[in-house]
């Protein structure tokens, strides 16, 4: 039968067994996949595993100082890199969903690859690829379904010329996160929602600024907050604020203003593959929409979005 517990057992003689000596990279997302892969090689191989962790501009509001901080904590063996510029460089000017998620992927490839030659010695990647990525890596070669590009899986650039180890690549996301749990990882890490690789790049509509992430990540702190404080948080799937980029009028004061909107969304849902809205209470999303209109220069209207998948997608890009 499987558990948490002989799953860790084995997966770590497992890892033992094939890594012996060698040195691992392993990128570190700030999710629940890529942390619990990192603790599992961390207990097979201690510190001939590195992680690093970049911060690409695009995280939740002050997302990457307190996850880096909880890394170290576990006693993993992680640099974290600020390349948000290069990132910014690198989006500057696009618009089309795509050619974004290309751009990032390219940057995180150039970043990453920077870093592992840093490490001496190092033969391989690690990555906390789960078995729906593996489905859905393979789904998107197929005829039907190029909708949108995953950068998480494949995609390696030649010249690392690294073995790939992925411990976690039989498991799903529950099983990930019972495997977590029993290897002691912080609640506050693995009850996170899913959160996409582009990061917020994919929640602002359109072109992308630091100005624009700036308004993007006041909101939806205010909002995730609030879903936390409300005790909403655990029992929604994914939940995140959208950022776009049209201008409605409103008043403030003596004052018309003419300005963006914030979309609010918020779904249910057990893989990603389908989705359903989310009903939440009225009077919490008046309370939302309040906090985020009175406290957030540049917006002065929020929505909610009420699409499920399909027809929908859980993100609007
Ligand atoms: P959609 O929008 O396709 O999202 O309904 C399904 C799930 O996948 C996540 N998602 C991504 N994750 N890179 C990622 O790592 C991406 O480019 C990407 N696009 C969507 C989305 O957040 C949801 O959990």
Not at 9 to 16: D, M, R, Y
Not at 31 to 48: F, K, P, R, T, W
Not at 165 to 172: G, I
Request: contains cysteine; proline residues 4%; glycine residues 8%.
């Amino acid at each position: 039968d499987w558990t948490p517990d002989s799953f860790i057992e084995t997966t770590i003689a497992e890892l033992k067994a094939k890594l012996g000596d060698d040195k691992v990279v392993l990128g570190l997302s700030g999710g629940v996949d890529s942390s619990v892969a990192a603790v599992l090689l961390h207990q097979a191989i201690g510190a001939n595993l590195h992680c690093i962790f970049v911060d690409n501009g695009l995280l939740r509001k002050d997302e990457f100082q307190s996850v880096l901080d909880s890394y170290q904590h576990m006693g993993l063996n992680v640099k974290g890199i600020d390349a948000k510029q290069r990132f910014y460089d690198a989006l500057a000017g696009l618009t089309d969903p795509e050619k974004k998620r290309k751009a990032i992927g390219r940057v995180f490839i150039e970043v990453f690859d920077d870093a592992a030659h840093e490490i001496q010695g190092v033969s391989w990647l690690g990555q906390g690829t789960i078995y729906p990525d593996v489905i859905e890596s393979v789904s998107v070669k197929g005829p039907s379904a190029t909708i949108k590009s995953h950068h998480n899986v494949g995609g390696l650039p030649d010249f690392m010329k690294l073995k790939v180890v992925e411990p976690l690549n039989t498991l799903f996301k529950d099983e990930v996160r019972k495997v977590g749990a029993a290897l002691g990882i912080d609640q506050n890490i693995l009850g996170r929602h899913p959160f996409p690789g582009p990061g917020l790049a994919i929640r602002i509509l359109g072109d992308i600024t630091p100005e624009k992430v700036d308004i993007l990540q006041q909101a939806d702190a205010i909002y995730i907050n609030n879903l936390r404080s409300a005790g909403v948080y655990d029992k929604v799937w994914q939940a995140g604020a959208i950022y776009l980029p049209v201008q409605s009028v409103g008043v403030m004061g003596d004052e018309r203003t003419y300005e963006n909107v914030i979309c609010l969304r918020a779904v249910e849902s057990l893989d990603g593959m389908t989705a359903d809205w989310c009903h939440l209470p009225y009077d919490l999303l008046a309370k939302i929409s309040n906090e985020i209109i009175n406290n957030v220069k540049g917006i002065n209207r929020v929505v909610y979005d009420i699409s499920s998948k399909p027809p929908a997608t859980i993100e609007w890009e």
